[in-house]
């Protein structure tokens, strides 16, 4: 799968998302009691809340269905580059 095409989804001024979404969790991951599988959970429900906000506030669209739509769309795809990076990164070091 092409990830550029995914990218492109996302809207330009959301991609810094991906940068923060990859440094949150690594910093998630240095937490001793936070648990590994709750790391993408977190980064998801951060990227989409922040998502929504942009598109409400600063895009002046309002909180109506389609801001919620578009919020989780984004905060979808900029959370799962994030993990997806980190895994690429990690499977590249094993070998």
């Known amino acids: 799968m092409d990830?550029?095409?995914i990218v492109e989804f996302i809207r330009p001024e959301l991609l810094i998302?991906?940068?923060?979404?990859f440094c949150m969790g690594l910093f998630l991951?240095?937490?001793?009691?936070v648990p590994?599988?709750?790391?993408?959970l977190v980064l998801l429900l951060f990227t989409c809340i922040i998502s929504i906000?942009?598109?409400a506030i600063k895009l002046?669209?309002?909180?109506?269905a389609n801001t919620y739509l578009m919020g989780f769309i984004y905060g979808l795809l900029s959370?799962?580059?994030?993990v997806y990076g980190n895994q690429v990164i990690k499977q590249i070091?094993?070998?």
């Open 17 to 21: 998302l991906i940068a923060i979404c």
């Open 3 to 5: 990830w550029n095409i």
């Open 36 to 40: 590994d599988w709750t790391i993408p």
């Open 60 to 64: 002046k669209e309002g909180f109506n």
């Open 29 to 33: 991951k240095q937490i001793p009691k």
């Open 53 to 55: 906000l942009y598109i």
């Open 93 to 95: 070091k094993k070998k």
């Open 79 to 82: 959370a799962a580059v994030a």
